[in-house]
């Protein structure tokens, strides 16, 4: 099964569970009004959404165009662009909407206490769901020897869906044992901002990463990866040793294409470079199936 295949396997099957999640966090929401299950639910639908717009993009990113000889793999980093700027946003729109509630009853009084009857269920079910979901993409992602941003970026959101999941389960009990009219009362009416607010700072690192780390594959910048420059490097060591006398290289990765610059010797001999190639070419394949080498001066 090639790179492709099982990325596009992996993402079929998250397509499905995102779905289920999705309605499950739609009815607890429509049920309990609880904004921090709104955020969980729109996670969800987020991740069912861009499931379907990475499935195209793996089908067609390895396609040339006449505008783009070298296919349309920039569609991987600029797909988990817009979807760690999406959950970024949403996750700020959630803390302002809470805040705004939160506010209402501080200054008016005005404010309804949480439902939170359905939430400890429906909270344990979605955390073994996203987790499970999050290690399974991020097995398969390993399997393509983490070449594939576009499992990375859907490992990174699950995770974050589980997080936010479990942090409303753990709140729901804690509600569960505060009685509404002690001292701690209040937060039945206002716990939502906290929970919203301490999830939204438990989960923010994860799409923040796979921004700066997307971004740069988008923008041209050489590889972040260490293991897998390791990796290169060493097959480069290995393959070129005997063939080709060489000083440097720069790795660039977009998507799941890898492009190396090899910078020769002054005392390299030229002949050598196509036996070099197909050297390469044969040993690239265990660590990316769709490699590219330039030989420089």
């Not at 729109?42 to 070298?70: Q, V």
């Not at 793999?73 to 996750?91: D, H, I, N, Q, R």
């Not at 359905?118 to 769901?129: G, H, N, S, T």
């Not at 005997?242 to 790795?251: A, F």
């Amino acid at each position: 099964m090639t790179q492709k295949q099982i990325e596009r396997k992996a993402l079929k099957v998250s397509c499905v569970v995102n779905f289920f999640m999705f309605g499950a966090g739609f009815w607890a929401f429509a049920e309990t009004n609880i904004q921090a299950l709104f955020l969980d639910c729109f996670f969800s639908l987020i991740a069912f959404s861009s499931c379907l717009s990475a499935l195209t993009i793996s089908k067609i990113s390895g396609k040339k165009t006449a505008n783009y000889p070298g296919g349309l793999y920039f569609l991987e980093p600029l797909f988990a662009v817009f979807k760690s700027l999406l959950t970024l946003g949403l996750s700020a729109f959630s803390v302002i909407g809470t805040a705004k509630t939160a506010w209402k009853y501080f200054c008016c009084g005005i404010g309804e206490p949480l439902v939170i009857g359905p939430v400890i269920p429906y909270a344990v079910i979605m955390v073994i769901l996203c987790l499970g979901l999050g290690f399974f993409n991020k097995g398969q992602n390993r399997r393509t020897n983490d070449t594939s941003t576009i499992l990375a970026a859907e490992a990174k959101g699950n995770f974050v869906d589980g997080v936010l999941s479990l942090g409303v389960g753990i709140s729901a009990l804690l509600l569960k044992r505060i009685d509404i009219g002690g001292s701690l009362g209040f937060l039945h009416h206002i716990g939502d901002f906290f929970i919203t607010v301490i999830l939204v700072l438990l989960s923010v690192k994860e799409p923040a990463v796979m921004l700066a780390s997307s971004f740069r594959e988008l923008t041209g910048g050489v590889l972040a990866d260490r293991k897998l420059e390791g990796q290169i490097l060493e097959l480069l060591e290995k393959n070129l040793r005997d063939v080709l006398l060489w000083q440097n290289c720069e790795i660039y990765k977009v998507g799941m294409h890898i492009r190396i610059y090899i910078y020769l010797s002054s005392g390299a001999d030229y002949k050598n470079v196509q036996t070099a190639k197909e050297n390469l070419r044969h040993a690239i394949c265990a660590v990316c199936e769709n490699a590219e080498f330039i030989f420089c001066q």
